[in-house]
């Protein structure tokens, strides 16, 4: 099996999460938080297709989907269009709102399929790359993947989390 299979099965489950974690939720529960400072399931869900959009498309030199496709404008949020959701506060957070799942699905179902053509086009060599020459060692294109492949997993079993916390409440 080549890295890049094993990377689109990584992305593929969580488009399945997404979509699991949002199911049938109004909006009303989609905004909610359990607490006073956490994240929505609304967020949680924005935030980790924002980030996978916006450091997949700089990886692969594509634009956004959230621009390319005008999912800023469908989403209507009082927020910098390059706003990925990185050190909100609780007013930021509460300031993402969505009037049903099917918006969220839809952004994210756009952003996988960008990442899937992406990641289908990558030969072993090009996952050698360097994309970000800030840290040391610098990262990789392959590192990056797997970074936001990480950070996506942890964010949608936080909003799967908050979906089961929703629930109690």
Known sequence: MHAKDILIEGYGRIREEVHAAVQDLDAERLAARPAPGTNSVAWLVWHLTRVQDDHVADAAGLEQVWTARDWHGRFGLDLPVTDTGFGHDASRVAAVR???????TGYYDAVHEQTLGFLRGLTAAELERIVDE????????????????????????????????????
Do not use: E, I, K, N
């Open 98 to 104: 969505v009037d049903s799942p099917d918006l969220l």
């Open 134 to 169: 800030r840290w040391d060692p610098p990262v990789t294109l392959g590192v990056r993947l797997v970074s936001v492949l990480s950070d996506d997993l942890q964010h949608v079993g936080q909003a799967a989390y908050v979906r089961g916390l929703l629930g109690h409440l």
